[in-house]
């Protein structure tokens, strides 16, 4: 089911996706929820790992639909039609052992709705029949289990451009976090991941930027550990929350303070302009931020060019081209 890592691009970066949005034949139905988006649109990005954990589990392809049911205290996995054929053990069982299986993942991009990889709001059935939209599958549970940090989205979600570009902020950032870690975490190299994020977190209300902050503050060498943790929870909570575009004109605006001694006093005020229309909403973000990309490259300053904010991302992730 999962690749090996030797087989892996290393010029994308390793995502998981459910196998039915990439065209495979593993519904229940037999059939597929092709993604155009995610196979096709991603795919210049992300080196795609598929899972199906219905599939997985042997239940073949068509098969009987599958739904959560509440029963106490505990959630089982059964058949919809069929309440009795309890697929709980069976399916926590498979989830382990793909999770045994699979290689380092950045991310994970889930079917919505799915009793096996909905990762939000999946409807949860009582005994009477009666359904909550409050919990989410199994394989979902345990692959959060198992990397409470790993960026995880469904499909739906990704249509909303703000969300898609937090997601896949969030994977850039969480494997600079991992590779990070490999290479053996420091002070003096958190201080420098946070500072090489500043932009990026700013785009997010104040309050994240300072909460991120005061624990970069208190970093110690005896607190390393602890800090680390509690730094990168936070961060990656940060980055999930769509950026507002009130927060990232505000961003602008710091970038700018960066040019005010390159940039002649009409060349400032186009750029104001520029960030005034994307703030009424219209225009998109990359309009003032290719703007200033372009004047950073005519004069450089060795602080904002370490920005991550300013990173080129593949064309066609779509980033920063809507109206987000």
Known sequence: ??????????????????????????????????????????????????????????????????????????????????????????????????????????????????????????????????????????????????????????????????????????????????????????VAKLMTFHRDHKFMIMSRPRSDYAKLGRIVAGLTKSNLAHQSQMYIAALMEVLARAPSRGARANMMYHLLGYLKQALGWEDKKALVDVVETYRTGALPFAVPMVLLADYFRRFPDPYVMQQYCLMRYPMALGMHTSNA
């Open 1 to 186: 089911m999962a690749k090996e890592l030797s087989q892996i691009d290393a010029n994308k970066i390793p995502v998981l996706v459910s196998g039915c949005l990439l065209g495979q034949n593993v519904r229940f139905d037999g059939g597929h929820k092709l993604d155009r988006f995610v196979s096709e649109g991603l795919s210049s990005a992300f080196e795609f790992i598929a899972v199906c954990p219905e599939l997985a589990m042997g239940l073949g392809s068509p098969r009987a639909a599958l739904r959560l049911v509440r029963e106490g205290d505990r959630v089982k996995l059964t058949e919809s039609k069929n309440t009795a054929a309890d697929y709980t053990a069976r399916a926590e069982e498979t989830a382990a052992r793909l999770l045994e299986k699979l290689p380092r993942v950045y991310g994970a991009i889930l079917k919505k709705d799915s009793p096996s990889c909905g990762p939000f709001k999946v409807k949860v059935y009582s005994e009477g029949g009666m359904a909550e939209r409050n919990g989410a599958g199994f394989f979902a549970n345990a692959l959060r289990a198992a990397d409470p940090l790993l960026p995880v989205e469904d499909e739906g979600r990704l249509n909303d451009a703000g969300l898609r570009e937090a997601f896949i902020e969030r994977v850039y950032a969480y494997r600079r976090w991992v590779a990070l870690v490999e290479e053996g975490l420091s």
